[in-house]
Every structure is written in C-alpha cells, then in structure tokens.
C-alpha cells in the first residue's frame, strides 16, 4: 500500500510504500499521539519514516493491492 504523508509547512509530501495495513498505521498514529508524539514507519526497502504527529497535515492511504505494471490501452 501506498501512503502519502502531508507534512505542515511543507510543498513536499512524503511517500512510502509499505505492507503494513491501514490499521496497523492508524493505530500507530493514534499511540504516537498519546506517547512521544512522534510517528515512525518503515517501508517495504527498509527506509524509515519518523514525522512529529503536530506537523501531520494528512495521511492517504491507496492501492491496498500490488502496484500495477505495464500500460493500460
């Protein structure tokens, strides 16, 4: 799945591909609120992704299935 990370005070948005499920990155979200206050995921190349929770602007989530090769006609 891919997930793109809006980030306050910034053009760019960060972009991840993971195979963690949209569940599993809510909760995450929702602990890191009431823990540290900082969000941590790591994709499926094994880069990790540490953002403050107060500077997410937005998640979205898409493409729960595999990425899509080749053209459509």
């Known amino acids: ?16 591909e993971t195979s963690d499920s949209r569940e599993d990155i809510l909760k995450a979200f929702s602990q890191a609120q009431d823990g540290d206050g900082l969000l941590a995921i790591t994709d499926d190349r094994g880069r990790s992704v540490v953002v403050p929770v107060a500077k997410v602007a ?5 493409g729960e299935g595999g990425r899509r090769v080749g053209f459509d006609t």
């Open 58 to 62: 937005y998640l979205e989530f898409s």
């Open 1 to 16: 799945m891919e997930i793109r990370i809006g980030v306050q005070h910034s053009a760019r948005e960060l972009s991840l």
